[in-house]
């Protein structure tokens, strides 16, 4: 039987001055900032710069940031090669962890482990993800790659990217809107593995494939993709209350529901579900935010969980037209500032991260001879 230990439930395993969560009143800040107000009023790009930096870049270093950004979107043509050897049926999960690895081949100079290298793996990283995404997406299709513009913001030119089309403003936003919300979370599961990964001195490109890996699984960030698929399930509104009773009754987990530290809603739920119910309606189809909404209260009403920012995130990327096995990567491709920030903060202050188990196997076993075993 797991206990709370096994999960690490609580524990302190580090100290950073970058994400500040409070389970209990559901605040969630970066470097002091409330989340409402970078949802509101910030760009993802500046957001990763606060997340980088540790301040608010000015006007003038957030204009420079965007054009590094941009300029650092092409991938190599040796990693569009390779991901043209892979499989078409490749989890867009699989071929992202793939390419980050082998982007650090590309690197130019991987013995150059000072701050100000990292620093710059942080950005190339967080800019050129989008177009791995995007990359796959048109390459799993038979299509041509497209290539990035390098005069747009992230979430416009990964939307570009995506689509070929330029998205409308809103639709821009509401991708902005999602990235910001994602951006960071304190010690989360992948963060963790990528704090681990980068305080053996690994480099910042082994720690980002280590974060991938572990975001991908549905207890983490692929739970949206398997929200989706479950509000696509039920697919009438009148079927939402039954399909969640009979699951719970059967002791499944529903996904996008329940979280380690919030006892209280997720603040960033909250925000995304206001953009699900906005994207009803001006879609003329309010199907999916309105199951959304049974599929929360039933949830509440018989466990008293809330959702996370897994569960409304999928009807608003659903409602934007994002393929579902896209939902993880999207994520990912938020959450790469967060994880680079914090692999600068462990390389900044770093210690190797290696706990202890509780020994519980058997003592003493006598070794017996191979032919000899029964
Ligand atoms: C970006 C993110 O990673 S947000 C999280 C995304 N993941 C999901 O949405 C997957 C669904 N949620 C879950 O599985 C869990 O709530 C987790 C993994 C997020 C957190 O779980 P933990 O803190 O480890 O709680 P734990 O797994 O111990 O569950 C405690 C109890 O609540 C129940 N529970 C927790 N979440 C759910 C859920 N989503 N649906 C049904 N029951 C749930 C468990 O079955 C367990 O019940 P029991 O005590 O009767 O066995
Ligand atoms: O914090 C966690 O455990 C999960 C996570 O990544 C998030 O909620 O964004």
């Known amino acids: 039987m797991p206990t709370t230990t096994d999960g690490l439930e609580d524990i302190v395993a580090t100290h950073s001055r970058i994400c500040d969560l409070d389970g209990k009143l559901g605040k969630l800040t970066y470097y002091g900032v409330d989340i409402h107000d970078l949802a509101q009023n910030s760009s993802f790009e500046e957001t990763a710069y606060l997340l980088w930096n540790g301040v608010l870049p000015t006007r003038a270093q957030l204009d420079e940031l965007k054009l590094r950004l941009q300029a650092h979107r092409v991938l190599p043509e040796q990693i569009l ?45 967080t800019a050129v993800m989008p177009t791995i995404v995007a990359g796959w997406e048109q390459i799993r299709h038979g299509r041509a790659p497209i290539t990035p513009l390098t005069d747009h913001d992230h979430a416009t030119n990964f939307l570009y990217m995506l689509t070929g089309k330029m998205p409308d403003s809103y639709t821009a936003h509401v991708l902005d809107v999602a990235l910001i919300l994602h951006a960071d979370h304190e010690l989360n599961a992948s963060t963790f593995a990528a704090r681990v990964t980068a305080a053996t001195l690994a480099d910042m490109y082994a720690a980002i494939v280590s974060a991938v890996g572990t975001l991908s699984g549905p207890l983490h960030g692929g739970a949206n993709e398997q929200v989706i698929r479950m509000l696509l399930r039920i697919g009438e509104l009148d079927k939402a209350e039954t399909y969640i009773k009979e699951a719970l009754a059967r002791k499944d987990r529903i996904m996008g529901f329940g979280h380690r530290v919030y006892r209280t809603e997720d603040p960033r739920a909250n925000y995304l579900r206001e953009i699900s119910r906005e994207l009803g309606k001006r879609t003329g189809d309010s199907t999916w935010f309105d199951i959304s909404e049974v599929v929360a209260r039933v949830v509440k009403e018989q466990k008293g969980l809330y959702s996370n920012v897994d569960f409304y995130s999928a009807s608003v990327y659903y409602m934007i037209g994002m393929p579902i096995d896209l939902d993880t990567p999207i994520f990912a491709c938020s959450r ?20 202890r188990a509780e020994y519980e196997g058997p003592k003493n076993t006598p070794y017996v001879a191979v032919d000899q075993r029964g």
Do not use: C
């Open 336 to 355: 790469v500032s967060g994880w680079t920030a914090h692999v600068l903060e462990q390389y900044a202050h770093n210690r190797l991260i290696r706990p």
């Open 81 to 125: 090669e390779l991901m043209h050897l892979l499989p078409k049926t490749t989890t867009p999960m699989d071929v992202l962890r793939t390419s980050v690895s082998a982007l650090s081949a590309f690197d130019g100079n991987l013995t150059d482990t000072s701050p100000e290298a990292n620093h710059r793996r942080a950005e190339r990283l």
